[in-house]
């Protein structure tokens, strides 16, 4: 019986003692490391000083790269990427809402292929690997089908210059009523059979209807570049739609450690880019360059 009961007693402290060591391990873990560079869209950034001011403030903040609009000046955004040290995570393009490829005029879908190419050579100029684009957006007078098909042929004219320049074009998710699933998006970029189209992923803009993650194992390889939104459901509920979004990045319905954990799964890693309010002082940005290194640790 004494014997038993000096046993109980060793098997009890060593218990405590392997759990005590555990919690202290846990507690001193390093925080996990993903190869994703924090940037942020110029277009974000809402302080009203130069384009060198803000890029200054960018890099003072914390951030890695910075993803300019399309058609800025060249000469001014370069000399501003030459003083900071900052590199063109990716280049938006400025026309894809005003001159749709889906457009019913000719007109206006030539004008949408000059404004892409505009930014292929942007991006170039720039060292960005690739430049994010809308295609298409579906409307009352804009069929599904008629979407689909007229942006795919006007992209295919611009798909030389994206070789010769060894610049991507990625198709972003964003509410235009178009390429509502992963499936479809998957379907969408494989049709092209061009390495030089791919995918960048707005976080952000699928939680309204579905679920990151799932959209991030189904594209895997095809996602060029990733754009880090927050959304809120319980917001929108409240307040609208377009009221999720101004919420504060880890306080929406965002699950970023399931995104993350995709992400690790299909191997992605490059850029994740910042599309979020809050960026109107040194100070918010800061906070969103915090935010940021919280998500890419989750």
């Known amino acids: 019986m004494t014997a038993w009961i000096m046993i109980r007693s060793v098997n009890r402290r060593t218990f405590l003692s392997t759990t005590a060591l555990a919690a202290t391990s846990a507690a001193f873990a390093p925080a996990k490391t993903r190869d994703i560079r924090k940037g942020i869209m110029y277009a974000t950034i809402d302080m009203k000083v130069s384009v060198l001011e803000k890029f200054k403030a960018v890099k003072e903040a914390g951030f890695a790269g910075l993803e ?154 095809r996602i060029t570049k990733l754009h880090i939104k927050e959304y809120s459901r319980k917001k929108r509920d409240k307040e609208g739609p377009y009221a999720g979004f101004q919420v504060p990045f880890n306080e929406g319905d965002n699950d970023w450690p399931a995104v993350m954990a995709a992400i690790d799964e299909v191997g992605y890693t490059g850029w994740g880019i910042a599309e979020q309010g809050g960026g109107n002082s040194l100070e918010g940005l800061k906070t969103l360059a915090a935010g940021m290194d919280k998500i890419f640790a989750a």
């Open 68 to 221: 300019p609009m399309s058609h800025m000046t060249q000469s001014e955004v370069l000399d501003a990427f030459a003083a900071t040290g900052l590199k063109a995570a990716s280049v938006c393009c400025n026309t894809h809402w005003k001159q749709p490829l889906s457009d019913p005029d000719a007109a206006v879908r030539k004008a949408g292929v000059e404004g892409l190419l505009q930014s292929l050579r942007d991006a170039k100029a720039y060292g960005a690997t690739s430049v994010l684009f809308v295609p298409a957006t579906v409307t009352k007078q804009v069929s599904y089908t008629d979407a689909w098909t007229r942006s795919q042929a006007e992209i295919r004219k611009a798909l030389p210059l994206a070789k010769e320049l060894g610049v991507k074009i990625a198709i972003e998710n964003v509410w235009n009523q178009f390429l509502l699933s992963p499936i479809e998006a998957a379907r969408y970029v494989d049709e092209f059979e061009s390495p030089q189209v791919g995918w960048h992923l707005d976080l952000g803009n699928i939680v309204n209807f579905g679920f990151p993650e799932q959209w991030v194992r189904i594209l895997g390889k």
